[in-house]
C-alpha cells in the first residue's frame, strides 16, 4: 500500500474527467483570437465607414 502523495498521483494521472472542458475551452479561446485580432486591426475603418453612412442617411430638414 502507497502513502497518500502516491495514491492521490496515481488517482490524478489516470483521472481524464474535465478534458473534454479544457479542450473546448481552448478552442475557443483560439476562435475568438481570431474573430478579434482581425477586427481591433480593421477597426479604425470600420468606424468611418460606419460614419460615412450615418451621415449619408441623415435626414435634414
Known sequence: MGTF???LFLDL???NR???AV?????IAMV????IVPL??????LVAV???LSSAMTIEG
Open 5 to 7: 502523495l502516491e495514491r
Open 13 to 15: 494521472s489516470t483521472d
Open 18 to 20: 474535465g478534458t473534454t
Open 23 to 27: 479542450e473546448y475551452g481552448l478552442i
Open 32 to 35: 475568438s483570437l481570431v474573430v
Open 40 to 45: 481591433a486591426a480593421i477597426g479604425g475603418d
Open 50 to 52: 460606419y460614419d460615412l
